[in-house]
């Protein structure tokens, strides 16, 4: 048993959702309990799609225990099939179906239905949400991955793109910024798979060159496949960044065989952005770092190479990519958090006191209750982060709405200047919110208030003075000045902290 307030990911039926809903003519018999049906709001809600899940539930109750479920899901199998004439169909239980062990593939098996029928194991109670999607796009193709055709000479090298799906944070630009990108360097796309895939075009995966993996949760197991069944190469670098799509770029024309075009110039407009003389005031803002492995691997890079912050945190909850997410925090020598449990994502928060937050919107929630700024990054998202206009994370295009997504919360340099130099100003004081921001609540106050009572029993206390001399500290840093002297002062043994202690702690930690 865990006490679960929020979970980050979903039960891994909702991953397996998530494929069959991208896919145009694929259909899902999911043995689950009445009220199941809860997870289509996800995608007619959040996603806002015109259309409901391809999911037919058996939505079983209580009376129907003592009877036969096995019937039940029988029937709703058959009912499937007549009422959408899918091209293949899924099968699975939900986690209340799996203790009842009712064997929805052998059971799809007796009916010997006349298209393919693929039976999905998704162990609920160890497995989540992008496990249970990638080990569903994995068992498709596994099962409908046709052996390549002969391969006669084309003119211009193909891919698949490989990984987007339904409920997919920005998937659906992504998708289209890069497939523009690879299509200017003059590689077709053979498939996208499984967002917008029909079961003919799963079936013909094998006969493009190579592979371009945008969500390693989600399709890396299915490019591994590929690579051993068909020797298809695929891409490693996932183009999130202008420095990474640079990268990507690099690796698609050795991938494809073609020449690299001049590079120097396929650049966001985000880097000459980080480079202007507005953004000095960035440089070493101290970011901290939490979503799924891809996103925070890659943000960790745009943050530190190209906008200038300082990395003092990160982590993930997909425990299937923990060892990436570990090497790549070894190279902003921090510690990786590895966790599902977002109390102790706001624990590091706290200890931390970052100046920006990048993360989910989990992160979100804690950032307000800190008064941090924050900026979402990866799933799980709300309804706001399945925007109407174009807003791509990956290629060019996505650089720079990373760009401007990243610094829009945070104070504009200006105020910032201003507010450090007159403090008592009745419109631009300290506990006022980013002018830009109009409601916004004002950062800092109220976590040092709440640092501040929790501390008081076991801390140093402040003379009148070095509280005072603390108050010259801008608003943004002070928090983790405050939290440095006390530390510094518990460790010196000083019971009242001075103006001097403040500035010799000051010394200690720059050192
Ligand atoms: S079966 Fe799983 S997803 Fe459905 S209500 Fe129970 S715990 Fe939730």
Redo the contacts with the bound molecule.
Sequence with gaps: MQLTLWTYE??P?VGAMRIATAMRDVHYVLH??Q??TY?DLLFTMIERLPRRPPVTYTTFQARDLGGDTAELFKDAARQAIERFKPAAMLVGS????ELIQDDPGGLAHALKLDIPVIPLELP?YQRKENWGASETFYQLCRHLVLKPEEKTAKSRPSCNILGPSALGFRHRDDVKEITQLLNKLGVDINVVAPLEATVADIRKLADADFNVVLYPEIGMSTALWLLRQFDQPHTKTVPLGSNATQDFIREVCALAGIEVPAIEEMTARARWYAQSVDSTYLTGKRVYLFGDATHVVSAARIASEEMGFEVVGLGTYSREFAREVRDCAKKYGVEALITDDYLEVEAQITELHPELILGTQMERHIAKRHGIPCAVISAPVHVQDFPARYAPQMGLEGANVLFDTWVHPLMMGLEEHLLGMFKQDFEFHEGASPSHLGSARPAEIIVEQAVTQKEASNQATWSVEAEKELGKIPFFVRGKARRNTEKYALDQGVATITVDTLYDAKAHYSR
């Design positions: 979903g039960p039926h689950a309990p009220g199941d997870a939900s986690c209340t179906a609920s």
